[in-house]
Nanobody, 121 residues
Framework: QVQLVESGGGLVQPGGSLRLSCAASGRIFRVFAMGWYRQVPEKQRELVATITRDASTNYADSVKGRFTLSRDNANNTAWLQMDSLKPEDTAVYYC???????????????WGQGTQVTVSS
């Protein structure tokens, strides 16, 4: 089993900042990617940012230049620094992990429980 524990969501005014963190634990042999997705009611979950083991990052166009994703490989922890937040960033943010449990197994996708981010004055 793999567990993802998220923290750092909350209410912030437009233009403000928040920092989300995600700590992965459990049967993790190799991490292929970590990152964040977000979802608003009645819409599909969408990519925010992901980072691979070799630190290659991928950001949604809507957050480029405002959000920064970083990762600690040794501790399987990732952080999403969100600056210049806008009301349209309001969503539930889900931590994402793609990992394998041993040298022979195929990787699986795992999700955190979600943390609410609300950007409002």
């Amino acid at each position: 089993q793999v567990q993802l524990v998220e923290s750092g969501g909350g209410l912030v005014q437009p233009g403000g900042s928040l920092r989300l963190s995600c700590a992965a634990s459990g049967r993790i042999f190799r991490v292929f990617a970590m990152g964040w997705y977000r979802q608003v009611p009645e819409k599909q979950r969408e990519l925010v940012a992901t980072i691979t083991r070799d630190a290659s990052t991928n950001y949604a166009d809507s957050v480029k230049g405002r959000f920064t994703l970083s990762r600690d490989n040794a501790n399987n922890t990732a952080w999403l620094q969100m600056d210049s937040l806008k009301p349209e960033d309001t969503a539930v943010y889900y931590c994402y992990l793609r990992s394998s449990s041993n040298i022979l197994s195929n990787p699986n996708n795992y999700w955190g429980q979600g943390t609410q981010v609300t950007v409002s004055s």
